[in-house]
């Protein structure tokens, strides 16, 4: 299947000469919840302004749904819905004024069972006539998705969603996200935190200093995360793994003090068992064990600490 966006040797280059994005490659999968993960500054806000329009590139191709997001700009952008960090609408509006205006910015008819049905999906529909300076921030970000989401478009871009919200908001806009990928939308979202990439995202990319360095499905890296080790400080160093425990592929650590075994936890045998019997039976003793699992935080850091 084509790909919804298709993003390809795109660069960037501010006035000041700061080079923010480095020859980007990137398909987003139609339907799907893609997470765009990176630390402070990596470029994400810039990928997201370009592909809608906000930002010029400097050099590459951008297509949304197939369109050119230069050459064909009004169809590219009516595909595209942009929640930003900051809700930026008058504040004495009404929830259902606030929307049916966005809608009209899009030169969209007005369509009332239209608007109706996003309230409704949003939870916002007894809501519909109160000014947004009596709403709670949850229900604030609600209303600037419904405000993205006003024109019917089929890709949905979340400009780091749930920054500086507390624990039990992030989990009901995971909610809202998730229902609204149900109903086709696919959906891009900018991110800091590691957890919510892992808790939303079918895919993942991370970027840093303007390069998206890793794209890759969540189960492939919940495949990463499920490698555990275990490490057994031994009571006598070893110069090499003995032969006989070969099949474990084992590495020694530590100047030969620490065997290192690593394993799979997703995996239905783990081969612990059989390998402390072999351990046994090659005469090697231990005095103590640990087991440490690499989590997404780790891979994370290790990624971008590669980078220049
Ligand atoms: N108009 C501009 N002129 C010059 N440099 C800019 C401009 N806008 C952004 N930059 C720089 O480009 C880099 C990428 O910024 P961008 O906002 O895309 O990062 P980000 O990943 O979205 O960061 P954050 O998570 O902080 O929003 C930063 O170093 C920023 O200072």
Excluded at 29 to 42: D, H, K, S, V
Excluded at 55 to 71: C, F, L, M, Q, Y
Excluded at 231 to 249: E, F, H, I, K, M
Aim: hydrophobic content about 40%; charged content about 25%.
């Amino acid at each position: 299947m084509q790909p919804i966006i298709s993003v390809s040797n795109l660069s960037k280059t501010y006035a000041t000469g700061f080079r923010a994005l480095k020859n980007i490659n990137l398909d987003i999968n139609r339907g799907e919840i893609f997470a765009l993960l990176g630390p402070n500054g990596a470029g994400k806000t810039t990928l997201i302004g370009i592909i809608c329009g906000i930002v010029n590139p400097s050099e590459g191709k951008v297509t949304a749904d197939g369109h050119d997001i230069i050459r064909d700009y009004r169809q590219a952008r009516s595909r595209i819905g942009l929640v930003p960090q900051e809700l930026t609408t008058d504040a004495f509006e009404t929830v259902w004024a606030t929307v049916s205006f966005s809608r009209g910015l899009f030169g969209k008819k007005a369509d009332p069972a239209y608007v109706e049905k996003i309230l409704r999906d949003l939870s916002l529909w007894d809501k519909k006539d109160s000014k947004l300076i009596t709403l709670s921030g949850g229900m604030k970000r609600r209303v600037m998705i419904a405000k993205a989401l006003s024109h019917e478009p089929q890709i949905l871009f979340l400009d780091e969603p749930t920054a500086g919200v507390d624990v039990e908001l992030r989990r009901d806009m995971w909610e809202v996200v998730r229902s609204l990928r149900d109903t086709g939308v696919t959906i891009i979202l900018t991110t800091h935190y590691i957890e919510e990439a892992e808790e939303m995202a079918d895919r993942v990319g991370v970027i840093s200093h303007g390069e998206i360095i890793l794209v890759e499905d969540k189960a492939e890296l919940m495949r990463k995360l499920g490698r555990k080790q275990l490490r057994l400080q031994l009571l006598n160093p070893l110069d090499a793994v003995p032969a006989s425990l070969g099949t474990y592929g084992m590495e020694l650590a530590d100047g030969g003090r620490e065997l290192v075994y690593t394993y799979d936890t997703a995996g239905e045998r783990t081969g612990i068992t059989s390998l402390l019997q072999d351990l046994n039976e090659s005469g090697i003793r231990f005095k103590d064990l640990q087991t440490h699992q690499s989590s997404l935080e780790e891979i994370f850091v290790s990624l971008v600490r590669k980078q220049p």
